[in-house]
């Protein structure tokens, strides 16, 4: 009988208790009540909102919170101390806090989270000082340089019902650089540092299933033109699409993408005829903020996008520059025709879906046409070039190297039609990274990012070619900027942070990155190699031989020099780091 699937992740888990909270309640039961719900409405749910976070459970005067990032989690946590107690006449008694921080897998059922990583973070916070944070090594290990404080290494601390010591690291008010920061008043509402929103598909309702790639394409338009915002968090396709065909709360998925506002709508075509509706709820409330029926011409679909960017904006209060408005209102072809083969070729090529060599010869065949019906269209070319790098990567045809040229070829004629077109600059940066030109790749990627600075793609082509450079410390923040915009994407992006960790020295953090995305694939053999690296790094020397043992029982012909000969160093002590691991565990790098 096979075992029930038990959802996991790897989340930063915060625990935070009032010091004293007993004797407080003793003194005054009343007052101590009412300064903890102030202080959970003036700091501490602000702090968390304003940070990434959700709250995963109040337990008393205790609170639990997870987020996707440590950095965000120790920040937030900064954020709390430093604000010490509002002014005495305006709360009694004083709160505060002890909170603890870490890095692990976590279970989840419904909207709250169990494990190992949950119970060491409790523990974390036991033992850091009243108004401080604890924190364990891999917390430590991975936020780096990245905060603006020194924690204290506390050595390694046995604690209950954990079978292992744990190193951990404290920091506390009066530490150097810890200058409490005054308390300004706050609205009891999250603090949101900018405008967030998912655009999630919109339904087809034309009555013909063969009609889908038109609705989805429709979203797919929007979602790009919100994400040249700077002022706009929008989270990427890939991520929001993963709720297609799904009856789901929009509270849901807000809370699961982390936005304030979600976009939902429906299209229906019929003839010449065209009937778009769109409605803007409030994520947290599931209130309407606007909501909009479009009846047009086919003709006029353009006009309608750029209507419906325009209403959403407004209601989101977000300004744009004249910048960005320009780039907005840019269109990619007038030629509905060719429009609609470029959205048939998209569709076929989208993340997650099968793709084969019958799926690349289709998609490129309609963008081929497209080309022919306007040969100005730089979108189309910038697309056929990504069906040439998927086909260099898969090798669906005899002469890999012959794709990567026509990728090539295909994205530099398109950034000459339009120097502004998004999907070329992020596929030149994929097509410059595998020919080892790492500085063009930088270039691309960063170009792309100016114009859209929400592109997944863009910040995940960045932290990619900041590895290859030698530069790990770079990457981090870039891959994490990835996530983000595109958590359904996380699993490859873990394999990613875990490779740059080990090349920072951080071998204990990319452990624990690597073992979360086998938990995500667990077929994969490049990220065992990886993690059986940093295990020999960090001396774990039989959990890396058990590791590189499944990788074998996986790919019994995989060689760590095959697996490295087509990865673009520029730097080759970042390639001799991962086989030094390997070493150190007695396992064959070559």
Not at 239 to 265: C, I, M, N, P, Q
Not at 472 to 496: G, K, N
Request: hydrophobic content about 45%.
């Amino acid at each position: 009988m096979a075992e029930p699937h038990v959802n996991r992740k790897l989340a930063a888990v915060l625990a935070a208790d009032v010091v004293g909270y007993s004797r407080l309640m003793g003194v005054d039961e009343v007052g101590t009540l009412a300064a903890l719900k102030r202080h959970r409405e003036v700091v501490f749910h602000p702090a968390i909102a304003a940070h990434n976070g959700r709250i995963v459970k109040l337990i008393g005067d205790g609170t639990l919170a997870e987020f996707g990032s440590v950095v965000d989690a120790v920040n937030c946590a900064l954020a709390v101390q430093r604000a010490g107690a509002p002014a005495p006449e305006a709360l009694r008694p004083a709160i505060v806090l002890r909170i603890g921080i870490n890095l692990g897998d976590v279970i989840i059922e419904s909207d709250d989270i169990y494990g190992d990583g949950v119970n060491v973070a409790a523990r974390l916070e036991a033992l850091a000082e009243p108004g401080g944070i604890c924190v364990s090594s891999v917390v430590h290990e991975s936020i780096g340089n990245r905060i603006d404080v020194r924690f204290r290494d506390g050595g390694d601390i046995s604690v209950k019902n954990i079978d292992r010591p744990i190193r951990i690291w404290t920091w506390r008010p009066t530490d150097a650089g810890a200058t409490a920061q005054p308390l300004q008043p706050a609205d009891p509402a999250p603090v949101v540092r900018k405008s967030s929103i998912a655009v999630l598909p919109f339904t087809n309702m034309s009555g013909d299933p063969e009609q889908e790639y038109f609705s989805d394409g429709i979203s797919e338009d929007i979602i790009t033109d919100l994400s040249k915002i700077s002022g706009l968090t929008v989270i990427s396709r890939n991520s929001s699409f993963t709720y297609k065909g799904r009856t789901v709360d929009t509270r849901t998925v807000g809370r699961d993408l982390g936005v304030g506002a979600v976009l939902e709508g429906s299209v229906r075509r019929a003839g010449a005829r065209l009937r778009i509706t769109a409605q803007l709820i409030d994520a947290a409330t599931g209130s309407h903020l606007w909501a909009e029926r479009f009846d047009r011409d086919m003709s006029d679909l353009f006009e309608v996008q750029d209507d419906v960017t325009g209403r959403i904006v407004a209601a989101l209060k977000v300004t744009m520059s004249p910048a960005e408005k320009a780039r907005i209102s840019h269109g990619g072809t007038a030629n509905l025709d060719a429009y609609d083969r470029f959205l048939r070729a998209r569709a076929l090529l989208v993340v997650g879906r099968t793709l084969s060599r019958a799926v690349f010869e289709q998609a490129c065949g309609l963008l081929l046409e497209a080309i022919e019906l306007d040969g100005s269209y730089a979108q189309a070319y910038a697309v056929l070039g990504v069906a040439f790098v998927l086909n260099y990567q898969n090798r669906w045809t005899a002469d890999s190297n012959d794709a990567l040229q026509q990728a090539k070829q295909a994205v530099d004629r398109a950034i000459e039609l339009d120097p502004e077109e998004l999907i070329a600059r992020v596929a030149a940066s994929f097509v410059a990274t595998f020919e080892a030109d790492l500085e063009r790749a930088k270039s691309e990627a960063n170009m792309a990012l100016a114009l859209n600075p929400n592109s997944s793609e863009a910040y995940s082509c960045l932290g990619n070619a900041y590895i290859f450079s030698g530069q790990p410390l770079e990457a981090i923040p870039m891959i994490e900027l990835s996530i983000r915009l595109d958590p359904a994407y996380t699993q490859q992006h873990l394999h990613l942070l875990g490779v740059a960790n080990l090349l920072a020295g951080k071998y204990e953090t990319a452990a624990a990155l690597l073992k979360q995305r086998i938990l995500m694939v667990p077929n994969t053999d490049f990220s065992r190699a990886v993690l059986a690296s940093a295990l020999g790094h960090l001396g774990e020397i039989e959990e890396a031989r058990r590791v590189w043992s499944e990788l074998m029982a996986i790919n019994p012909h995989y060689t760590f020099a095959n697996h490295y000969v087509r990865q673009p160093f520029a730097n080759k002590d970042d390639v001799r780091r991962i086989a030094d691991g390997l070493d150190r565990a007695g396992l064959p790098p070559h």
